[in-house]
Antibody, heavy 118, light 110 residues
């Protein structure tokens, strides 16, 4: 089955850290840009970060710049998001999505919930 | 508040046609390609339209996309109750050097 599967979400205190993973299964991963998109409870989609196919180019939303780091391991078909200095406003379901804004995000994971609360 | 402006909600009867607008600026829609996503309740988003007006395989031709200047439009004809969902436009913003989604539009099929 073709799928992206996120993991690593959970409850963390403000100021804490989490590392999310997104594993690709049956989905061609290495030639594509890959993104993280989040959705706070009851809110809309917000783009978080993207990484190029070879990992040489990365972009971040201003709201996470300096706190989050995106990376990938093409040998393991896995995308990562290291999240540090977490804030309450980072509480959201985090989705990984394959593709570019031009060609569209054609594969999405099911999402993993991150809750930042004391 | 998103850089891309969508109406919060639209509604129409089964079988009718509806359009959802997405308004931006020269730094985003005006100079970049637009994609559209459908998010059914409790599920991950699904790609409906890419490169302004192209449909992925499996997306029925009831769904269409267009772009003019700094605005884009999603059209849905022959509305079905199963089309009730949130719809989002998305593009790259060259000034922000960041991706952006519209605020989303909730479609109700009456």
């Amino acid at each position: 089955e073709e799928q992206l599967v996120e993991s690593g979400g959970g409850l963390v205190q403000p100021g804490g850290s989490l590392r999310l993973s997104c594993a690709a299964s049956g989905v061609t991963f290495s030639p594509y840009w890959v993104n993280w998109v989040r959705q706070a409870p009851g809110k809309g989609l917000v783009w978080v970060s993207r990484i190029s196919s070879d990992g040489s180019s990365r972009n971040y939303a201003d709201s996470v710049k300096g706190r989050f780091t995106i990376s990938r391991d093409n040998a393991k078909n896995t995308l990562y998001l290291q999240m540090n200095s977490l804030r309450a406003e980072d509480t959201a379901v985090y989705y990984c999505a394959r593709g570019s804004f031009a060609g569209g995000f054609d594969y999405w994971g099911q999402g993993t919930l991150v809750t930042v609360s004391s | 508040q998103s850089v891309l402006t969508q109406p919060p909600s639209v509604s129409a009867a089964p079988g009718e046609r509806v359009t959802i607008s997405c308004s931006g600026s020269t730094s985003n829609i005006g100079n970049n390609l637009v994609s559209w996503y459908q998010q059914l309740p409790g599920t991950a988003p699904k790609l409906l339209i890419y490169e302004n007006n192209k449909r992925p395989s499996g997306i029925p031709d009831r769904f269409s996309g267009s772009k003019s200047g700094t605005s884009a439009t999603l059209g849905i004809t022959g509305l079905q109750t199963g089309d009730e969902a949130d719809y989002y436009c998305a593009t790259w913003d060259s000034s922000l050097t960041a991706g952006i989604f519209g605020g989303g539009t909730k479609l109700t099929v009456l």
